[in-house]
């Protein structure tokens, strides 16, 4: 073989080599890198953030009650082998007895979960990392059961007073008779002979923390003016007949009650009792449950009943639940809320009770021994 044939062979084989090194560089830079999951969250208002059970411990919050109702929370990587993390979010109390609830999420990469808990995958944006803020609000609070007593005073004048309570121990109350300017009160203000005649008392509960109120509470009654004694001719008159009694209907109990529901979809309000005055008529009484069947929808009616209480009688609220409403509490509690009214000749009381619905388990089947 002569000396030329062999520059042919050399540069094949550099190009050959050339070739090589290429693809392997290439093969380097194509394979994928293990995505690890990041994120940075924070929260705003009272709660708490966590991950749900099966994902590495992760806590953060509540914020400092003494200064702003926010935190951020520390930014941490998760190790490559994560695929996702859950992000549990849990409302809690303050010290100073403010009451919060979960509102939703901002920021997070994906829809939020039924249960209101935001996934963020290794698909995600490694930087920035994921920054999703659970938002926590507080409520206006609630009044409890408005309770009015009527007391005769020395000087044959009466006295209207009421007490009534707030699910939050730090809320304010405003209170309005009639067409009065509303202002502040505490429980047990007082009226000093009120005008024969309708009336209408309404009582509001003022957040503390935020100014925010609750829905009017009003209680209905009526003061009743003694009729005038007939003077027949050359008959001594018949005695003064008494002040009149101010008589009206009462829904005794407490404003939170848990139910199990039945087989039949029937359940009973507990403690909860309607209370009819002992006046010529019947009260008619009605009650209406209404919640969401899920998380985010409107409140429906979830059961609904109408009947009479005898005068001076004092009966059990049962109700019947939809077919949909018994479905659902197969798999979870509803929440919801009672709607209860009785209407006397002349009176009517109104409250709104909150209710938990859960579905009645079967009692456990007893151990035989061998």
């Known amino acids: 073989m002569s000396l030329g044939s062999r520059v042919p062979n050399l540069g094949r084989l550099r190009a050959a080599l050339l070739t090589t090194v290429v693809l392997a560089l290439g093969f380097v830079f194509a394979a994928p890198a293990s995505a690890a999951v990041q994120i940075d969250p924070s929260i705003q208002g009272w709660g708490a953030i966590a991950t749900a059970d099966g994902d590495p411990p992760y806590a953060c919050g509540p914020p400092d009650p003494s200064g702003d109702p926010s935190v951020d929370c520390p930014a941490t990587t998760f190790d490559a082998a994560v695929s996702s993390v859950t992000l549990v979010p849990t409302a809690g109390d303050d010290p100073s007895g403010q009451r919060w609830s979960f509102d939703g999420w901002l920021g997070c990469p994906t829809v939020p979960t039924a249960d209101g808990s935001c996934v963020v995958d290794s698909t995600a944006p490694e930087d920035p990392p994921a920054t999703p803020t659970a938002v926590f609000v507080d409520p206006p609070p609630v009044v409890g059961t408005v309770t009015m007593v009527r007391t005769p005073v020395a000087s044959g004048r009466d006295t209207v007073q009421f007490t009534f309570t707030a699910d939050e121990p730090s809320a304010s109350f405003e209170c309005q008779l009639d067409d009065r300017l509303r202002a502040a009160c505490e429980s047990g203000i007082a009226f000093t002979n009120p005008a024969y005649g309708q009336h209408a008392f309404k009582v509001w509960a003022i957040d503390g923390a935020t100014g925010e109120e609750s829905a009017p509470v009003e209680t209905l009654f009526a ?148």
């Open 223 to 370: 003061i009743v003016a003694p009729q005038a004694p007939v003077q027949p001719p050359f008959v001594p008159p018949p005695p003064a007949e008494p002040l009149p009694t101010l008589l009206f209907p009462r829904i005794l109990g407490p404003s939170k009650v848990t139910a199990n529901v039945s087989r039949k979809r029937t359940f009973s309000l507990g403690a909860v009792r309607l209370k009819c005055p002992a006046v010529a008529l019947p009260c008619r009484a009605s009650a209406v449950l209404k919640g969401r069947l899920r998380k985010r929808s409107k409140p429906v009616v979830l059961a609904r009943k109408s009947f009479e209480l005898a005068p001076s009688s004092r009966v059990a609220v049962k109700l019947r639940v939809t077919r949909k409403a018994a479905k659902i509490l197969k798999q979870r509690r509803l929440k919801a809320t009672a709607a209860l009214t009785i209407r006397a000749p002349n009176v009517t009381t109104r409250k709104d009770v909150s209710v938990v619905l859960r579905a009645r388990r079967p009692p456990a089947p007893e151990r035989r021994d061998r």
